[in-house]
């Protein structure tokens, strides 16, 4: 079992900036695949940021020069640094993990963390 918890979220003004972080613990691995996705009221979750086990990233087009996601591996934390914030980042912003690369892409990974609130306001 792996256990994940989200932190950094918060309510800020049009351009201010948020540092996400995501701590695993319980059978963490360094070979695992993270992602980060949001959930707006009444809009699917989507994902905003991946990264794979060899550290490669990938980001939504809407949220890229702005979102940067990162890994400490050595203390098993994810964070996503997102500057130039906008009212449309408003979500609720939940941090995933699994060891399939894919299953993050694809949005099914076995992992998930309770979430934490960003609001944007104009």
């Known amino acids: 079992q792996v256990q994940l918890a989200e932190s950094g979220g918060g309510s800020v003004r049009s351009g201010g900036s948020l540092r996400l972080s995501c701590a695993a613990s319980?059978?963490?691995?360094?070979?695992?695949?993270w992602g980060w996705f949001r959930q707006a009221p009444g809009k699917q979750r989507e994902g905003v940021a991946t990264?794979?086990?060899?550290?490669?990233?990938t980001y939504r087009d809407s949220v890229k020069g702005r979102f940067t996601l990162s890994k400490d591996n050595a203390k098993n934390i994810l964070y996503l640094q997102m500057n130039s914030l906008k009212p449309e980042d408003t979500a609720m912003y939940y941090c995933a993990a699994d060891l399939s690369y894919w299953r993050v892409v694809a949005g099914t990974p076995d992992y998930w963390g309770q979430g934490t609130q960003v609001t944007v306001s104009s």
């Open positions: 319980g059978d963490t691995w360094t070979q695992s695949c």
């Open positions: 990264i794979d086990s060899d550290g490669t990233t």
